[in-house]
């Protein structure tokens, strides 16, 4: 052996020449398994739940697909629901995207729930106690952790009827909003379980309203904290913008934002119930107080990540709306003339325009009257 073939630098080349090929092997497989984690989240976690003629998306997250099912009126309520799970332990029930019929059973918003090393938070029930047993069923399904939290974003029933399964859970603390008990005094709750019981009679057997161990006061945009395990989450006041009394909760260390009904995706919103001057300023502070949040969760319609689309949409029908209704009672057009002459052509395709278009109309002219003779 010569002497220049057993120099260092003869045998640094030699190890270079073997070591190159496997650095970019180990670099492909790191960017590969990236990715391949990177495409797992939003998938559907349980597809044995999926019933025979069901189309559901592939994704949740930046869907365009919109669920379509019918749920099994004899189903068992220990029938786990399909759930999609969104990264690490957060999990997502998307519902349908459609007014209460026999098909969806009640199931026409979404839910979710967080999975951690001490116990599971639930955000929003579904719309029946029966949907909220199946909903504890899937959660069942996937941890035997105790389920510690329910937080009700809202009273609206596609979010909060469920609960009554949940308040029979031993060691459970229910959140909702403060506006959450002005509900259960209303005639608005009690339309809306009549309604439902006469629809979906077995769905609704044990219904109550929600009984809230912890209430979120006002004023707006303050949090109240929970850890569990290893995990925060911050419950935020929004004030009464689409109900009477509203909430989001935010993950900092998953950078996930359940935002409810502030912000809706692929459908028309709705604003009957509200305020909308402050849905437009809730996502006014939403968008200077979380610049970091990487996916957004409606209470309608698919999750979404940066830059949010459904959240400028939503702020745009809104503004778009309150100027038209506006200028109509400026004018001095009739309420029945106005609501009859506002059209937005580029929602007329969105889910549910044809039923919350004129009701928004209806809704915010009473505003922008209101409005218009207090400052008179």
């Known amino acids: 052996m010569t002497e220049h073939s057993t120099s260092p630098h003869f045998i640094n080349g030699r190890y270079r020449a073997i070591l190159q090929p496997l650095f970019k092997l180990l670099l492909l497989c790191i960017i590969v398994q990236g990715q391949t984690a990177l495409a797992a989240d939003g998938k559907l976690h349980n597809p044995y739940t999926v019933a025979e003629g069901w189309s559901l998306p592939q994704r949740a997250i930046d869907s365009q697909q919109i669920p379509e099912f019918k749920l099994d009126a004899d189903a068992a309520d220990t029938r786990p629901l399909p759930v999609y799970r969104l990264r690490d332990n957060s999990y997502f029930l998307f519902g349908s995207i459609a007014t209460l019929d026999e098909h969806n059973r009640g199931w026409n918003g979404n839910a979710g729930f967080v999975v951690t090393d001490d116990g599971v938070v639930v955000i929003d029930s579904l719309g029946t106690p029966l949907l909220g047993k199946r909903l504890i069923a899937t959660i069942r399904s996937i941890t035997p952790q105790p389920i510690k939290y329910l937080i009700i974003t809202h009273n609206h029933p596609d979010h909060a009827y469920g609960a009554s399964a949940f308040r029979q859970l031993d060691g459970i603390t229910i959140i909702t909003h403060q506006g959450g008990i002005d509900y259960n005094q209303s005639e608005t709750l009690q339309s809306s379980v009549d309604y439902r019981r006469q629809m979906l009679p077995r769905d609704m057997q044990g219904f109550e309203p929600v009984k809230a161990d912890i209430y979120i006061k006002p004023p707006p945009f303050r949090n109240q904290q929970i850890k569990l395990g290893n995990s925060r989450f911050h419950i935020y006041n929004t004030g009464k913008h689409h109900s009477y009394g509203d909430l989001i909760v935010h993950q900092p260390e998953q950078k996930i934002l359940w935002v409810s009904d502030l912000v809706f995706n692929q459908r028309t919103t709705y604003m009957g ?90 809704f915010v002219y009473r505003e922008m009257e209101k409005e218009f003779f207090d400052n008179f």
């Open 273 to 362: 119930d509200g305020d909308s001057a402050q849905i437009l300023k809730a996502q006014d502070w939403l968008s200077q107080t979380f610049p970091d949040i990487k996916l957004m969760v409606p209470g309608h319609g698919s999750a979404q990540s940066p830059p949010f689309p459904m959240q400028s949409r939503t702020h745009d029908y809104v503004s778009r709306m309150r100027a038209a209704m506006r200028k109509a009672v400026e004018d001095g057009v009739s309420m029945a003339d106005a609501v009859q002459q506002v059209e937005f052509k580029d929602w007329q395709d969105s889910r549910l325009y044809e039923q919350n278009q004129r009701a928004n109309a209806n």
